[in-house]
């Protein structure tokens, strides 16, 4: 019998502690294959960060550093900059990048650092217990908005891609997401591009990957994948946002 | 030997650059500015790495992210710098990462002013971020012990894989001293067997301190308290001058321990038979050598440019046995020899 699928040798023999039908699981798997695929493994550093994906040196079979809570564009790029010849990511949800850890996310952005982010974007932060992120929708409820996120008193939702594309240090932004295996698939596709992105030298390159939270939003997972396609997407859209790989 | 006419804080990049400093990560204030603006031109000219970071913050987590590969990396920073830069320093305690950052004090609270001070002693040695971690913390009171810690201090901190803090002030970063660059260009650095570095031919590894699984983090602080126990017993450094005899022992570091040095010389002239005790380590601290000279019964006078946060060490070290005073000035006010003198006669009066 011909196998035709098996675990990428990027994840670890491991039981992941996500929530049941979280988006995690599959996003760790595209970023693994994605990493087997381009042969990278044995020289990737990794930088994980503050939130649920905190315990991702358990789940990648590859070196994984910790850094805190919003500061693995900094920490990736003392990593980079001192071992130009390895393959630097970090993984960050939308708390970790877009609130505390903003200033280091646009600086290493415009300073064009040649790393890859790839950002899990599930309108909440999850590991606390689902209060309001940055990139909460309007009229979302949350631990922290009970009465949903009115933008007079919480401000509006932040879209990264858009506000990064705006620097010139940056080479390739795409927004994407999990919640069919048509928009899987591409999603991947814009994972691998980003990893080659760096891999060439051309620059800082994000994969914002809309994700659900079942848990936290109260929502079966079923119910969870229908919001993101329903609600979601409609105000975060999907698409590249930027590619100057080309130029 | 040559020798070299310039500034404490020169005379530090120096020696960290002869150590083999690989990266440095730093963000503008003074009175310690001379140090990126030296090494954002050395640094490049050498082929190394220099950033400018966005903030303090970044600085120190982008120092963590160079060490964590195993490269030799500092960031320097004075006194509201070295505040921001305490979660990175509590993370890299508890990572266990040998990292190099440069305190070069100015005055506090707050913002302050960019006067040379000694008030940041309790942030440096009881550990200014959160959990239960040291540095190793060193206090240079020349341009040349500058160099020399500097270049000292990146072997101590991967022999204990530990980070390591420069506790200096802006007296001494600004002042011009010659230099002797005694210390030859480090080039072997050996292998790591904790270093992310891609992990070929070997299993992955993780450098973490967050800790969940039952215990973990209790054996953690366990093996660190060890460590910490180990380096007590044998990285202390200290210089004692004229204390053999000395019913006045003066005990001053940085800045302070040059001026307070004149002050006992000036007691000698006048028959006092006063000493001078110098921690070269803030932390490990030389209590040892304080409570041998405690059986002796002399009494003890500590100067900072504080309102006292060493003496606190000096009295625990003392432990009740003798007298203790204490002699400072802060945000900005610099003690004299002479005072100094008066509070020496004072307590031999005492007697």
């Known amino acids: 019998m011909n196998k035709i699928l098996s675990k990428p040798e990027s994840l670890k023999e491991a039981s992941l502690s996500y929530c049941p039908g979280c988006g995690h699981g599959i996003i760790h798997r595209l970023v693994a294959e994605c990493i087997d695929e381009l042969g990278v493994r044995e020289k990737t550093i990794a930088v994980a960060p503050v939130g649920c994906a905190v315990f991702a040196y358990d789940y990648f079979n590859f070196d994984v550093t910790e850094a805190p809570h919003g500061r693995p564009p900094a920490v990736a790029t003392g990593i980079k900059r001192t071992n130009p010849d390895k393959f630097v990511f970090t993984y960050q949800g939308d708390g970790d990048i877009a609130a505390i850890g903003m200033a280091e996310t646009i600086h290493a952005a415009n300073r064009g650092e040649n790393i890859t982010i790839i950002f899990v974007n599930n309108a909440n932060y999850g590991m606390t217990g689902g209060q309001m992120a940055p990139t909460t929708l309007i009229g979302q409820v949350t631990e922290t908005t009970p009465f949903g996120r009115d933008p007079k008193r919480e401000g509006y939702p932040i879209k990264l891609c858009e506000l990064l594309a705006t620097l010139e240090g940056t080479t390739y932004l795409e927004r994407v997401s999990i919640y069919n295996p048509k928009n899987i698939i591409n999603a991947k596709k814009a994972i691998k591009k980003a990893f080659q992105c760096q891999i060439d030298g051309k620059g800082f390159s994000l994969v914002e990957v809309i994700s659900n939270c079942p848990v936290d939003w109260g929502m079966t997972p079923l119910d969870s994948i229908k919001w993101v396609e329903d609600t979601f997407i409609k105000s975060f859209t999907l698409g590249v946002v930027k590619d100057k790989i080309e130029v | ?351």
């Not at chain 2, 400093?21 to 640094?43: C, D, V, W």
């Not at chain 2, 004299?336 to 031999?348: H, T």
């Open chain 2, 1 to 351: 030997m040559s020798k070299k006419l310039i500034k404490g804080n020169i005379a530090l990049c120096e020696g960290a650059i002869a150590a083999g400093l690989h990266a440095y990560f730093g963000y503008p204030i003074t009175p310690q500015n001379e140090i990126p603006a030296y090494l954002s031109r050395k640094m490049v000219e050498l082929g190394r790495v220099f950033i400018q970071g966005e903030s303090e913050i970044a600085s120190a987590n982008m120092v963590m992210g160079a060490v964590v590969t195993g490269k030799r990396a500092m960031t320097s920073s004075s006194s509201p710098g070295i505040s921001l830069k305490q979660e990175a320093i509590s993370y890299m305690a508890g990572m266990e990462l040998p990292a190099l950052i440069v305190n070069v004090q100015r005055g506090g609270p707050g913002l302050g002013n960019i006067s040379g001070s000694q008030a940041d002693y309790f942030q440096a040695v009881k550990g200014g971020g959160h959990g239960d971690y040291k540095l190793v913390v060193f206090a240079p009171n020349s341009a040349q012990e500058m160099y020399e810690t500097a270049y000292d201090a990146f072997d101590l901190a991967e022999k204990y894989r530990i980070p390591v803090m420069i506790l200096s002030d802006g007296i001494v970063g600004q002042m011009m001293e010659p230099v002797e660059f005694n210390r030859p260009d480090k080039k072997e650095f050996g292998e790591k067997s904790w270093a992310l570095t891609g992990c070929a031919q070997r299993e992955p590894r993780s450098v973490q301190s967050l800790l969940m699984k039952d215990g973990a983090l209790e054996n953690h602080n366990i093996k660190l308290q060890k460590k910490y126990a180990e380096i007590s017993k044998n990285e202390v450094r200290c210089e004692s001058y004229e204390t053999g005899d000395a019913e006045v022992v003066v005990v001053a570091y940085g800045i302070s321990s040059r001026i307070a040095k004149s002050a006992v010389k000036l007691a000698r002239k006048e028959g006092v038979k006063a000493g001078l005790l110098r921690p070269q380590t803030l932390w490990p601290f030389p209590s040892q050598a304080i409570a041998k000279l405690a059986d002796s019964k002399a009494k003890f006078l500590t100067v900072e440019l504080s309102h006292g946060q060493m003496v606190e060490d000096v009295r625990l070290a003392v432990n009740g046995k003798t007298q203790v005073e204490f002699f400072g000035k802060a945000g900005g006010g610099i003690v004299n020899e002479k005072e100094i003198l008066e509070k020496i006669k004072k307590m031999k009066l005492g007697s």
